[in-house]
């Protein structure tokens, strides 16, 4: 067996824009945008003003590198746990759970706890990261 089972690239790249387009949608004011910066004691005035004075387009580079990363590493854990054995969308959704659980959750959690900020921009910003988790999880799991 190979250290290292095949990649689907595709597969990686469609749970990586799913991720990116989830983060652009659970920060919006559609969903959390107000109470996200309500709880970081800013306005949305400061966070235009911060958006105008930051390099925004590689910001958004930098947040889809990081996912496709997200995706590309839970793809390789997939192709691990289930190597002989393909799994489903549910058993995807299953391993991002866990993942998220064991290596987003409570590691964030632990530095929100020590640096003081509100428990509910931990909740915000942890189910956001739970629900993409899970999303990826299920897709790479069937796009094998």
């Not at 409570?106 to 629900?131: E, M, R």
Request: glycine share 8%; hydrophobic share 60%.
């Amino acid at each position: 067996m190979h250290p290292f089972p095949a990649i689907n690239y595709l597969a990686v790249l469609v749970a990586a824009i799913v991720i990116f387009v989830l983060g652009g949608l659970w920060y919006s004011p559609m969903l959390f945008a107000k109470r996200w910066i309500a709880l970081q004691n800013r306005t949305e005035e400061q966070m235009r003003a911060q958006a105008a004075a930051s390099n925004m387009p590689l910001m958004y580079l930098a947040a889809f590198v990081c996912a496709f990363l997200q995706a590309l590493v839970m793809t390789a854990l997939i192709g691990h746990i289930g190597a002989g054995n393909p799994i489903g969308a549910h058993h995807g959704a299953i391993l991002g759970f866990f993942l998220w659980l064991g290596f987003v959750a409570s590691t964030s959690y632990a530095t929100a706890l020590f640096s003081g900020k509100p428990k509910q921009l931990w909740l915000i910003d942890s189910l956001y990261n739970l629900v993409s988790f899970m999303l990826a999880g299920a897709i790479l799991a069937v796009w094998r």
